[in-house]
């Protein structure tokens, strides 16, 4: 009955109503209840960014990255450059700088697959911009199976964010596709989860190998009568002399003092057995593609993919770091652009980056040689707008 209901009322909405046909049906899942993340952000966090430093490195490096790409502002296809969303951006709250708050938006974009923002007004006009951190944000899914609210707990308290009719959103909620989530983002970190393990797994037990001098070095053999063998005391006690005594950094080269009936066998694994190093290099690099960087900007050994390190830091920025600034300077300016009653876009500005000033001179280069363009499409061709007062 339910789900008849459900249908009829949607049929007799108006035509002229704008609303997705597919909303009530993923209304029907969350029955406008909230819904919480469906994986342990902490783990990821923890295990990932906090113990793996190929993860740390890696949403270091993308996130400073996209953090210091400029953003130019345009209203309609004219560029300004003193729009108040671009001083707002600029200084965002008393707590943290531009480039800072950028940095915890991606930071939180690609080890949760999620990042919210949110707007503090006054009078109605955009003031400040917190990110907030995403392990605790929940969407509260509405009637029509769209975000309604957004809630936001922390030790036991709740504070709930809701659009109200006519105004901005007072969050905007960044998401990486997630193919199987109607309301939240896959982080990069899950696709490589499984190599993140062998890493980690990888770095435990090469510590335990140096613990024990990084390999088994030996076996004390009992040479006593045939068929005796110690007794549990004694084996209990050479043993613990042993672990005391002869293992760890500290202990490193001390001579062994036998008792009698004991013989020291020299011991050790072979070099195909103890080849588990290429392994763990093989899952940096999986992590690695999994976020989008080059394994040889994070020094991991074994990449012949890119001729030298400026190509490869060339590939960065285009296929990684300039349309995640992209995407979200996009989202930035639907968000807020309704605040300041204009046409709004914003777009990250490629020629402000160093990495790129090889490509920059080239195209200026190529551009300048033909002849058969005038001034003005030569400034289009770069990303100039036309000049008014110059040549046509």
């Not at 006054?122 to 605790?136: I, S, V």
């Not at 080269?253 to 057995?273: C, D, I, Q, S, V």
């Amino acid at each position: 009955m339910i789900l008849k209901r459900l249908f009829e009322s949607v049929a007799r909405r108006p035509d002229d109503t704008k609303a997705s046909r597919t909303g009530p049906l993923i209304a029907l899942q969350g029955a406008g209840r909230a819904v919480w993340t469906p994986r342990d952000y902490s783990a990821l966090a923890r295990e990932g960014y906090a113990k793996n430093p190929v993860v740390n490195r890696a949403v270091r490096l993308i996130a400073e990255a996209a953090g210091s790409v400029p953003w130019i502002a345009y209203d309609g296809d004219k560029e300004t450059d003193d729009h108040p969303l671009l001083s707002l951006l600029a200084e965002p709250n008393p707590m943290a700088s531009g480039r800072t708050l950028l940095e915890e938006v991606y930071g939180y974009l690609l080890v949760a697959g999620n990042a919210y923002l949110e707007l503090v007004t006054l009078d109605g006009n955009p003031r400040e911009l917190h990110a907030l951190r995403p392990d605790r944000v929940k969407v509260v899914a509405g009637s029509d199976g769209w975000p309604a609210a957004y809630d936001y707990s922390v030790a036991g308290r709740t504070v709930r964010f809701t659009r109200e009719e006519g105004a901005i959103s007072p969050v905007l909620h960044l998401k990486v596709f997630h193919p199987l989530s109607d309301h939240y983002g896959f982080a990069p970190i899950e696709a490589a989860q499984m190599s993140l393990d062998i890493h980690n797994a990888a770095s435990v037990w090469n510590k335990a190998l140096l613990d024990n001098a990084a390999r088994p070095s030996g076996a004390l053999v009992y040479g006593g009568p045939e068929g005796a063998n110690l007794s549990d005391e004694q084996f209990d006690r050479l043993k613990a002399e042993l672990e005391e005594g002869y293992q760890g950094a500290k202990n490193a080269g001390r001579p062994l003092l036998l008792e009698g009936g004991l013989n020291w066998k020299p011991m050790g694994l072979a070099p195909k057995e103890m080849d588990f190093i290429e392994a763990k290099n093989q899952a940096a690099r999986e992590v690695a593609l999994s976020f989008g960087v080059p394994p040889m900007l994070l020094g991991i050994p074994g990449d012949n993919t890119y001729a030298n390190f400026q190509e490869a830091n060339r590939a960065f920025w285009r296929q990684t770091v300039l349309p995640l600034a992209a995407r979200t300077a996009e989202a930035v300016a639907r968000w807020l652009g309704p605040a300041y009653g204009e046409k709004l876009r914003l777009e990250p500005d490629p020629d402000r980056v160093e990495a790129l000033s090889t490509e920059r001179e080239a195209l200026w280069r190529r551009v300048e040689a033909a002849s058969f363009l005038t001034r003005n499409e030569k400034r289009v061709a770069v990303g100039y707008g036309i000049d008014d007062e110059g040549e046509a």
